[in-house]
């Protein structure tokens, strides 16, 4: 996507599956990095690899791209970068856990075991409508419910975790071309792996997912809009035949507007259309809009998990702590 000159900030998605030696340390020396750029998001290290999602001003994700790239280990790092107006988040974590995505499938290493070859967007364009052929979304219900390939295979899941629970439903698809997409590309690495495990020999993977066919194509055949792990929600991906496929859930009508309920102790993840959301006050019942636990809603429907006073910067060996915060 080219740049806009109103837009002055990047978003930036991305993963690579690689040995990190020390995570922890390498957790410690990156979100410095993220710090001295002023990025916000959200960042996985493990063992295996790195995964994040982050914003910040276009000059400074360009540095933070350089910089990362120049580490042999993230050499063949594949950035997904968007424009925006305003950072896409309000906070900063770099974490360290166990998967850079969380599927269970500790066994498979991208890298050492044989993954489903890569597709690129034009070449996808161009195979996702033969009869030999079958999409497969390896997403979540909330994500292929706001939108998808058309045609494509989706599976009742509600965590990626769940996919290798499904194998046996898509045993009729042995002897078709399978390739898998997800939202970046990250969750195909293990999943198309996981098909090849089992027997599955047509195996290939959308490369760079969702959104790198959106940046790279017109979008031909997504139907519905892409939820992103951002302030943003979701974002169109189709610019030649877009449709509405998810339907609000108070009143059933067509309907993109995705959100989280406004009761804290419900919290449902989807669409909403705007009407209902004044009518009900950003909640998806009159049960939720009684509860006490409801929360101040705005038409985004889009809140911010309370950070029990994390900040950022007490991770910074330059971090200098205000008198107040040596008492607390």
């Known amino acids: 996507m080219e740049k806009n000159q109103e837009k002055k900030y990047s978003v930036l998605l991305y993963y690579c599956y690689t040995p990190i030696e020390n995570p922890e340390l390498f957790r410690d020396e990156h979100h410095q990095l993220c710090l001295d750029l002023n990025l916000l998001g959200r960042i996985i290290v493990a063992h295996e690899g790195l995964n994040g999602t982050v914003s910040g001003l276009i000059e400074d994700c360009e540095r933070y791209m350089q910089i990362v790239k120049s580490d042999s280990r993230f050499a063949s790092i594949d950035f997904k970068v968007d424009y925006v107006e305003n950072h896409v988040f309000q906070k900063l974590h770099v974490r360290v856990k166990p998967e850079i995505v969380h599927s269970d499938l500790h066994h498979i290493m991208p890298g050492k075991h044989t993954t489903g070859k890569y597709v690129e967007p034009y070449e996808f364009k161009e195979l996702k409508n033969r009869d030999d052929v079958v999409l497969l ?175 950022p910067r007490r991770f910074s060996k330059r971090y200098k702590p205000l008198l107040s915060e040596k008492s607390v």
């Open 137 to 311: 979304d390896v997403r979540s219900n909330y994500e292929h419910q706001l939108g998808k390939f058309k045609n494509a295979i989706t599976l009742d899941i509600e965590n990626f975790r769940e996919f290798p629970q499904k194998i046996e439903e898509l045993e009729k698809y042995k002897d078709k071309t399978i390739i898998t997409y997800c939202t970046g590309g990250i969750k195909c690495e293990k999943a198309s792996a996981y098909l090849i495990e089992k027997g599955f020999k047509n195996v290939y993977q959308l490369h760079g997912g969702i959104i790198k066919y959106g940046l790279e194509t017109d979008g031909e055949d997504f139907e519905g809009e892409c939820y992103v792990f951002d302030g943003r929600v979701h974002i169109p991906i189709n610019r030649k035949n877009p449709t509405v496929i998810s339907k609000c859930y108070v009143c059933g009508t067509p309907s993109s507007h995705y959100v989280n309920c406004a009761n804290e102790l419900c919290n449902r993840h989807t669409a909403i259309c705007e009407n209902c959301m004044e009518k009900m006050e950003g909640c998806c019942s009159e049960e939720c809009r009684q509860s006490p636990k409801k929360r101040p809603w705005n038409m985004r429907g889009y809140y911010v998990k309370q950070s029990n006073g994390y900040n």
